[in-house]
């Protein structure tokens, strides 16, 4: 699972271990993300009165039962390129030294027979009496074997009925009745501050109990999931664990740890439970998990974007790109279009909107809100089914010379008209290929090839409408430009006095 770069940015140092489970065919320090059902919080009394810090005991003992140990093999040719074998028969014939007895000088066997390996240990919990168990993808991905290690130190070879890697989340199956489920919790009432417990197998050391606090909700480290994070102490192979409340309830997976060295450091992360069920109903339903989407690409929106135009916050979704064909395009979604709102419910930030729309049934008929040049509009679309991502093609050729203007000169900006055959291939009605761009157009981001769309939210077709727009503004204020860079547009906020 590929580190969540918006997390980094937000934490500006250190490493993600996405992987908590400990595998032992790679070095375990190696940097990479330590891979690690709603919940209730405990009730506020009102009272400012000290509590000291609560006993941990009995709900090891209540919740214990319903944590496994996972771990997980794979078949290995020996002596195949790279194993450990081969490497040290390398050595030795390439400083000339006397093999080993027992290691042939000649390399490996012809058609040796694979070999079954310990792969990684990770941790799960029991949704059913029945041997269903959830866990994290990362823990079983790639495994040839994983055997399931119940407390009572029975074990099962446990069947995968599905993974998936968006969420991080797994159900495998295990033959066996009679086992105790876990109860799932009310994420909406988990509190931040609030006593929170996990338990799990860190480097392979069965039915570990730690403890701490969440030390934040709607931590954004994907793009399907709004991390729980919290100060218990997470380490390589309790991925796939339960966090569990002070009512012993599972109110996340525990699932990423934030490291510099490899190994716990005061943050660790927690897939919601009311996510990981979500994603769980589908993967004992049918395997798999089915996705909606409506074929745009996005983008933050900033407080410079929202202020030029005319929003009243920095709020939704800009939608960077369009593909064609796909239900946005159908609906009338186009590039530079704010969305704010989705099926009814509020695009707070640009992370909102994929979760949104992921969760959304394929077929379904929704509203979309967008901000458009300075006022709200009003879409419908049906949601399809989320395959492969398509990018949609654009050539981009531009022509050397300029026909620029004095209004553009003065923004640094050396401007000239697309072409006839520019436009379809791009298929834009219009607008100006930027020849180059310095001073204030330069400060703000623009560079050559960029095609200016529209300017203060007005549409550009050529020379003349950029002139137009530009007259009607103060020359001294901040202007905005929606710009296609590529395959994808997105505002620069040119300040004309800025050094």
Known sequence: MPISQSLVRRLKSGTLLLGAAFTTATVLWQPGLSLAQPTSAPAVTGSATPRGLPDFADLAEQVGPSVVNIRTTEKVVPGQAGSQEEQ????????????????????????????????????????????????????????????????????FKAKVIGADKRSDVAVVKI??????????GDIGRLRVGEWVMAIGSPFGLESTVTAGIVSAKQRETGDYLPFIQTDVAINPGNSGGPLINLRGEVVGINSQIYSRSGGFQGISFAIPIDEAVRVSDQLRASGKVTRGRIGVSIAGVDPDIAESLGLKKAEGALVRGVEEGSPAAKAGVEAGDIIVRFDGKAVEKSADLPRLVGNTKPGAKVGLTVWRRGAYKELRLTVVALEEEKVAKAAGAEKPSAKSSGAAQALGLALRELDAEERAALKLRGGLVVVDAAGAAARAGLSEGDVILAVANREILGLKDFEAALAGLDKGRAVNLLVRRGDWVQYFVIRPNSR
């Not at 994290?136 to 130190?153: C, F, P, R, S, W």
């Not at 033959?175 to 799932?184: D, Y």
């Open 88 to 155: 040290m028969l390398e050595f030795f014939r390439r400083f000339g030294l006397p093999v080993p007895p027992g290691a042939s000088p000649r390399g490996p066997r012809q058609n040796p027979a694979p070999e079954e390996r310990p792969r990684g240990v990770g941790s799960g919990f029991v949704l059913s009496s029945d041997g269903t168990i959830m866990t994290n993808a990362h823990v079983v991905e790639g495994a040839e074997e994983v055997i399931v290690t119940l407390t009572d130190k029975r074990e």
């Open 175 to 184: 033959e066996a009745r009679g086992l105790q489920p876990v109860r799932i």
